[in-house]
């Protein structure tokens, strides 16, 4: 049986308000949030944005979201997790204060917003499972303690992973820094000497301090280096690259094995939004505002991960008439976390696609 996957159609420069109604209207037709009871903790997956970075899901979406689950009596909050480079985002008290600044208060979202601190034994939740990668999956403890979640994606682009949606949502963002760090394990990248110019962008940018030159090029610590591929975005010289065909193309499903493990408890439990607007290259991860590979699109509403995803990556490719996503990121297999998440019985890869 196919999935179905609710789709709004929205415009570039279709005001936020309009885009409200809308969205009301997704929740109000889909009924992807009915299975939320009353008194029921309710985790709202985030990502708060980089700072500097404009591609996030707006307050005042996320807002009616919270509006709809309290008038089920429920207890709505939202959450991310810290990540693995330095900057806003690296700690909770910085998290939080930049989550405020994109616009993330409760006033503003009607409900509470948490960053678990994951340094802290107490906050991780170790999941036993038997996986491709994954024996033990470890993620913060909120996401595991809340009755049900749902996941509030931007669709983009990403270096690592061909595309973002609802699977990456959940898979990296809800893991701790110590399952991120083993997602993107085996993938530290070298350096194409005749295309270094000696400009430092790669060293600017690295998290972990791992790149230096050596003498007149940039040269990469393999025994620093983090994964997090942040260099490969800020060379523009073709001076970075990594071994597809070792670590980096297992990143995908050791993130779908997260993913599996995040919504090990909650089985009917969950929905998921995918908003297809402003969808960018690369990851919202990054502090730039990057410009759009294609017109906005909407916003979809299901029930499946899976299929949510494979139809914010068919609508994408549609919109562009070629594989956009392939083509931007040519070593990466998009498809490749989807089939992995089918192959694990996360959802669908066939869907119904209703226009509301």
């Given at each position: 049986?196919?999935?179905?996957?609710?789709?709004?159609?929205?415009?570039?420069?279709?005001?936020?308000?309009?885009?409200?109604l809308k969205l009301q209207e997704l929740i109000k037709t889909s009924r992807v949030l009915e299975f939320?009871?009353?008194?029921?903790s309710v985790v709202l997956k985030m990502h708060f944005g980089e700072?500097?970075?404009t591609g996030y899901v707006r307050s005042e979406y996320v807002r009616l979201i919270s509006q709809e689950i309290l008038a089920k009596k429920a207890k709505p909050f939202l959450c991310d997790t810290n990540t693995l480079y330095s900057g806003k985002r690296t700690n909770s008290k910085d998290h939080l204060a930049l989550a405020y600044e994109h616009g993330f208060n409760p006033e503003n979202v009607l409900a509470k917003v948490i960053i678990p601190d994951d340094t802290i034994k107490?906050?991780?939740?170790?999941?036993?499972?038997?996986?491709?990668?994954?024996k033990i999956a470890k993620i913060a403890k909120i996401f595991w303690d809340a009755d049900s979640i749902v996941g509030i994606a931007h669709f983009k682009?990403?270096?690592?992973?061909?595309?973002?949606?609802?699977?990456?949502?959940?898979g990296m963002g809800c893991a701790t820094r110590e399952g991120k760090l083993f997602q993107h394990s085996d993938i530290a990248p070298y350096v194409v000497t005749k295309n270094c110019t000696a400009c430092k962008a790669c060293i600017v940018v690295c998290p972990a301090q791992a790149i230096a030159l050596k003498p007149d090029k940039a040269f990469v610590d393999s025994?620093?280096?983090?994964?997090?591929?942040?260099?490969?975005?800020?060379?523009?010289f073709h001076a970075i690259d990594v071994?597809?065909?070792?670590?980096?193309?297992f990143i995908q499903e050791r993130m779908i094995d997260y993913t599996r493990a995040v919504l090990s408890n909650k089985k009917g439990k969950a929905a998921f939004f995918n908003f297809c607007l402003?969808?960018?290259?690369?990851?919202?991860?990054?502090?730039?505002?990057?410009?759009r590979i294609v017109p906005d699109i909407g916003i979809l509403a299901s029930s499946d991960p899976v299929a949510i995803d494979k139809a914010g990556f068919d609508l994408v490719n549609m919109s562009a008439g070629k594989d956009i996503l392939k083509e931007l990121h040519p070593e990466r297999d998009s498809a490749k976390q989807l089939n992995y998440a089918f192959e694990l019985g996360l959802g669908n890869l066939d869907y119904e696609l209703i226009e509301v």
């Open positions: 049986m196919k999935s179905k996957v609710y789709l709004a159609r929205v415009v570039e420069l279709q005001s936020r308000e309009s885009v409200v939320i009871g009353r008194d029921q700072e500097g970075n107490k906050n991780v939740q170790q999941i036993k499972q038997e996986t491709k990668y994954v682009g990403h270096i690592m992973t061909g595309f973002g949606g609802a699977l990456k949502n959940l025994a620093k280096c983090i994964g997090c591929a942040s260099c490969l975005a800020a060379c523009k071994k597809w065909d070792s670590g980096g193309d402003k969808i960018t290259q690369e990851c919202d991860c990054l502090a730039k505002d990057d410009p």
